[in-house]
């Protein structure tokens, strides 16, 4: 038996804007995992995915070319040169939440890119889990970025600009966000169609935005490897202003994010593809309990504390 993991993400600032050619940051979330564990099957009839979590069966020699899980596992059979359906089972677990902008389907696909190579005896890098990876989310989310993958497979905060290589950097001061789940689904595949339609109406104005956001994300950067976070407060907040010009915040979304704000957070904004999902708040060591209490008081489902920090790809 073999198994594997790969954390949750979320994105710090730079959402919509990375479709189109600009900067995005994104950091990984270890309080929430995906696992793969891969053990003989016993009976003989090929390899079978049991996604306990979506309560599915997945048969490989079956499955139809739409299905992203055993898109990933084809594609990452071959890599290896092994037959399409070894005899294997492969058991899928996670605790990130689903549909929440925290990157639950690439990680998932990215710990079974890792149980699949381990159990034929090798250790992907990261940039090979991040392509096979990517399979996966353009059928998830028909025209994604690449960010999600890509953070996931690294385990580290990337910055990513769609077409080129990440850039795996290091954050001089540890930072502390405050994750909380808004209730309502996150839409991705929607939300970055409509935002491409509205678009195609006025390139001018969206472009001009993208520009906006852009230039957040490079501040961003410079605060973070400059050791002074405190700066990304209102950066989160004008970035937020940015995608609801966007038009991919929701009210839910807003009121949440104005009720971490006054319990004490220095910043905060949507987190992802938007049309509900996760928002994120900076906070420090005295405002996190306040702002993760009155999060959950304002009926947010879950809410996750996570310090962002420079850190090797933990083995357990």
């Known amino acids: 038996m073999v198994s594997a993991h790969a954390p949750g993400k979320?994105?710090?600032?730079?959402?919509?804007?990375?479709?189109?050619?600009?900067?995005?940051?994104?950091?990984p979330v270890w309080e929430t995992v995906a696992r793969a564990r891969v053990t003989p099957n016993a009976a003989g009839r090929?390899?079978?995915?049991?996604?306990?979590?979506?309560?599915?069966?997945?048969?490989?020699?079956?499955?139809?070319g739409d299905e992203p899980l055993a898109a990933v596992a084809r594609a990452t059979l071959?890599?290896?040169?092994?037959?399409?359906?070894?005899?294997?089972?492969?058991?899928?677990?996670?605790?990130?939440?689903?549909?929440?902008g925290m990157g639950s389907g690439a990680a998932v696909c990215a710990?079974?890119?890792?149980?699949?190579?381990a159990q034929a005896g090798e250790v992907p890098d990261p940039a090979t889990v991040s392509d096979l990876v990517y399979r996966a989310e353009q059928i998830?989310?028909?025209?994604?970025?690449?960010?999600?993958?890509?953070v996931v497979a690294y385990g580290q905060p990337v910055w990513?600009?769609?077409?080129?290589?990440?850039?795996?950097?290091?954050?001089?001061?540890?930072?502390?966000?405050?994750?909380?789940?808004?209730?309502e689904p996150?839409?991705?595949?929607?939300?970055?169609?409509?935002?491409r339609a509205r678009r195609q109406e006025n390139p001018p104005r969206y472009e001009t935005w993208f520009d906006e956001i852009a230039a957040l994300v490079q501040a961003a950067r410079a605060a973070i490897e400059q050791g002074v976070p405190a700066q990304l407060g209102p950066l989160f907040d004008h970035n937020h202003a940015l995608l609801q010009q966007l038009g991919v915040s929701t009210a839910r979304l807003d009121r949440l994010i104005a009720v971490a704000r006054r319990a004490g957070a220095a910043g905060a904004k949507l987190s992802g593809g938007g049309g509900g999902g996760n928002l994120i708040a900076l906070v420090d060591g005295v405002s996190a309990p306040a702002v993760r209490a009155a999060l959950l008081a304002a009926g947010a489902p879950r809410v996750i504390v996570t310090t962002v920090a420079a850190q090797p790809f933990p083995v357990a």
């Open 10 to 27: 979320v994105i710090l600032v730079g959402e919509h804007a990375v479709v189109y050619g600009r900067p995005a940051i994104a950091v």
């Open 46 to 64: 090929g390899c079978v995915i049991h996604a306990r979590d979506l309560g599915r069966t997945i048969a490989l020699a079956e499955a139809g």
């Open 78 to 100: 071959a890599h290896l040169g092994l037959p399409t359906a070894p005899d294997w089972q492969i058991d899928l677990t996670s605790t990130i939440p689903m549909a929440s």
């Open 111 to 117: 710990a079974l890119v890792r149980a699949l190579f």
């Open 140 to 150: 998830y989310h028909g025209t994604p970025s690449g960010i999600d993958n890509t």
């Open 160 to 183: 990513f600009v769609r077409g080129s290589p990440p850039v795996v950097f290091t954050p001089a001061r540890p930072f502390t966000l405050v994750i909380a789940d808004s209730g």
């Open 186 to 195: 996150g839409l991705t595949k929607q939300t970055v169609a409509a935002v």
